[in-house]
């Protein structure tokens, strides 16, 4: 019921910046929180970044914190991720995801591949 279009990755220098943006449309009204995720090659999903809708509160994965920032756009229904300082380990497919407010993950995007290069 929610469509998402995760875009912006690339391939970049270690130290550079990349934002990622992620549009939804479709039936958003219950949706609680948009969170990013990432999987690097050969490695499990894992956090990045989650932000409430709401009133705007973030959280962030330890190995990314004070480098990415995770933002939205109500207007737009977007939200996005804005990544500097980059390093390899920064490498692998970025997902962006719906939240409920029971916490579960309902709608996810196709993806899109960041490579940092050292």
């Known amino acids: 019921q929610v469509q998402l279009v995760d875009s912006g990755g690339g391939l970049v220098q270690a130290g550079g910046s990349l934002r990622l943006s992620c549009a939804a449309s479709?039936?958003?009204?219950?949706?609680?929180?948009m969170a990013w995720f990432r999987q690097a090659p050969g490695k499990e999903r894992e956090f990045v970044a989650t932000?409430?809708?709401?009133?705007?509160?973030?959280d962030y994965a330890d190995s990314v914190k004070g480098r990415f920032t995770i933002s939205r756009d109500a207007a737009k229904n977007t939200v996005y991720l804005q990544m500097n300082s980059l390093k390899p380990e920064d490498t692998g497919v970025y997902y962006c995801?719906?939240?409920?407010?029971?916490?579960?993950?309902?709608?996810w995007g196709r993806g899109t591949q960041v490579t940092v290069s050292s």
């Open positions: 479709g039936r958003i009204s219950s949706t609680y929180a």
């Open positions: 995801a719906t939240e409920t407010a029971s916490g579960q993950y309902d709608n």
């Open positions: 932000i409430i809708l709401n009133d705007g509160p973030t």
